[in-house]
Nanobody, 125 residues
Framework: QVQLVESGGGSVQAGGSLRLSCGAS????????MGWFRQAPGKEREGVAT???????SYADSVKGRFTISKDNAKNTLDLYMNSLKPEDTAMYYC???????????????????WGQGTQVAVSS
């Protein structure tokens, strides 16, 4: 059973930085799309960033220039570096992995079907 486990969330003041990490088990990330999503209270889940198997990336307009997605194929981990955080970045952040067999949520040219449990990010003004 595929497992994705996020870590690194927390509380930070506006302008600060956080790094989120996601460890994958029973899933090899180097040949798949991986992504980060977030969901704020009362809002729908939205895609934040995608990294393809070739290392190419795409970002939501709201985080471009501030967030960086990266992966370590050897460690089978995914990271999200978040800089210049804003109060509107406050949300539960989810790691997601591609599932081309059963489908799911489309974002950044990939379909995601595996999800982590989420890690909370709170940015205060």
């Amino acid at each position: 059973q595929v497992q994705l486990v996020e870590s690194g969330g927390g509380s930070v003041q506006a302008g600060g930085s956080l790094r989120l990490s996601c460890g994958a088990s029973k899933y090899t990330i180097n040949t798949r799309c991986m992504g980060w999503f977030r969901q704020a209270p009362g809002k729908e889940r939205e895609g934040v960033a995608t990294i393809h198997s070739d290392g190419s990336t795409s970002y939501a307009d709201s985080v471009k220039g501030r967030f960086t997605i990266s992966k370590d194929n050897a460690k089978n981990t995914l990271d999200l570096y978040m800089n210049s955080l804003k109060p509107e970045d406050t949300a539960m952040y989810y790691c997601a992995a591609e599932d081309t067999l059963y489908g799911g949520t489309w974002y950044g040219g990939c379909v995601y079907g595996y999800w982590g449990q989420g890690t909370q990010v709170a940015v205060s003004s």
